[in-house]
């Protein structure tokens, strides 16, 4: 710039020197032309402004001039050597006061524009590097990073716990929104880790609330691990508490925390059904074609039985609901089956061992046993009371018979190996009638019961018998002799 100051400076005063130097009535070869060509040499280096300044060596230039003119049309002109000057013909010359201070005008101008440009040229490269800050707070931290992305800002994130924020989201910025920062700062945020996870909750009591204010309960504490699962129920009203599980055994009311599972069970009512199940014509269908069906209809019939001779068993006989109605989920339907073929229990006192065995229909079982109070031959018990129908062929009955008291018989010169089988069949039969054998000297043959402490007689169901038996050691007595014949 201060190169161009200088040239700008020598211009002018090389104008101004030209200008002054000039003389109007120099003369020679071609003295019209030289005229010409000094004017137009003149025109091109001085500019308007310079004309302007010198408006009065202007008038006193062409009043000269003019009169150079008038005395080249009447004498005839002098020849002069080439490069000659012809003295100027005198003329005064005012000095322009102004001209300093126009050019320090000039050069103020022309500093104040070059600065101008300059002052430009910063305003727009700052104005292009500007950015406009958004608000982030309440937006995910992604979304802010990929805002610095595009505008090559760098986003430095700190982490809080923060229970009114989710994870993630953005809780403030140290810039303010709209506020300017140029390309390449740092734009610092805090963002939410969500709820401490680690807290200790307190539980309120679930069993006062509704639905709804379990629900605001749990957004307010952030409790995120506690779920609400609403089920049908015919003992607790709609919107009220049912209970309340915990995911692992060993959390409690008192050490529950934010991180720890909760399942709190909430009433929805009853459940009410529409009666659109159209209920088919079970008649003579088995238990399982019942069955099959009410699961695909989602229905829980329940069966009974009664007996019949025309229906075979496991088969319906009736239906509680006629068919071709509808009935609903929880409606009670009732399908009875057939128990098949029946008989009828009889009195087996009334019957003999050997018929109370052959009774049709009947599977029935006999037995013996001894009995102070029930009389030989009659029934001391059967298993299906008198008058019972069963199903035939699927019960088995057994009846009881008496043998009276238990009878001892003499077993004297019995020998002793018939004890063992004879005192057992006593206990086959329910009476507990026990033996002791003693051993004696006797000539009996050995083995042989020589005595026994009851014999021949009816016993009680509970008594002992002590039996004799003999070692077989002594020598026979001699026979006494023979009485003489008279």
């Known amino acids: 710039m201060s190169d161009f100051l200088k040239q700008f400076e020598q211009d002018n005063y090389q104008a101004d020197d030209d200008y002054l130097a000039y003389d109007p009535l120099s003369t ?23 004309f302007d300044d010198y408006s009065q060596v202007e008038h006193d230039f062409a009043d000269e001039h003019d009169h150079a003119s008038a005395l080249t049309d009447t004498a005839p002109v002098p020849i002069v050597a080439p490069r000659q ?22 050069y103020a101008v022309i500093a104040a524009s070059i600065l101008a440009l300059c002052v430009a040229g910063v305003g727009i490269f700052f104005l292009a590097n500007r950015v406009v800050v958004r608000d982030f707070v309440g937006t995910s931290v992604a979304e802010a990073r990929t805002w610095g992305l595009s505008n090559r800002i760098t986003i430095e994130a700190s982490e809080e716990f923060n229970i009114e924020y989710d994870a993630g989201i953005v809780m403030s910025q140290d810039r303010a929104e709209g506020s300017a920062m140029q390309r390449g700062s740092i734009l610092r945020l805090t963002v939410s880790k969500g709820p401490d996870p680690d807290e200790r909750i307190e539980l309120p009591d679930f069993s006062a609330m509704t639905t709804i204010e379990v629900r605001e309960w749990r957004q ?20 009220h508490f049912i209970r309340l599980e915990f995911t692992d055994s060993a959390v409690t009311e008192e050490t529950y925390t934010r991180a720890d599972g909760l399942l709190i069970y909430m009433s ?27 699961r695909e209809h989602g229905v829980e019939p329940t069966f009974r039985e009664q007996p019949s001779d025309t229906v075979d068993a496991g088969h319906v006989v009736a239906q509680s609901v006629e068919a071709g109605k509808r009935i609903a989920k929880d409606s009670d339907l009732i399908i009875t089956l057939s128990a098949g073929h029946f008989v009828i229990v009889p009195n087996f ?31 001391i018990s059967q298993s299906e009371s008198v008058g019972t129908e069963v199903r035939a062929d699927s019960v088995v009955v057994e009846v009881t018979y008496s043998l009276g008291r238990p ?4 077993l004297r010169g019995d020998s002793e190996k018939v004890l063992a089988e004879y005192f057992h069949n006593f206990s086959v039969h329910g009476a507990n009638i026990t ?42 007595p001699e026979p006494p002799p023979e009485a003489p014949d008279e």
């Open 220 to 239: 307010e504490v952030r409790a995120l691990n506690a779920n609400i699962n609403e089920e049908y129920s015919d003992e607790v009203d709609q919107g």
């Open 268 to 294: 929805r009512g009853a459940e009410v059904f529409e009666a659109n199940i159209l209920v088919p014509d079970f008649s003579e269908q088995s238990k399982s074609d019942v069955e099959t069906w009410a």
């Open 349 to 379: 006192n009334n019957l003999s061992m050997e018929d109370a065995s052959a009774v049709p229909g009947l599977e029935v079982h006999i037995r013996q046993r001894y009995s102070t109070s029930v009389a030989f031959g009659r029934v």
């Open 85 to 106: 000057k012809i003295a100027s013909a005198a003329h005064e010359v005012k000095a322009d006061d102004k001209h300093h201070k126009r050019k320090l005008v000039r």
């Open 28 to 50: 020679g070869d071609g003295a019209g032309d030289g005229k010409g060509e000094t004017e137009d040499a003149y025109a091109d280096d001085v500019d308007a402004s310079d």
């Open 407 to 410: 009878y001892i018989d003499d």
């Open 435 to 476: 033996y002791q054998i003693v051993y004696i000297d006797s000539y009996e043959p050995r083995g042989s019961i020589v005595r026994m402490s009851r014999y021949a007689q009816f016993l009680g169901l509970n008594e002992h018998i002590t039996v004799h038996v003999s070692r077989g050691n002594l020598v026979p």
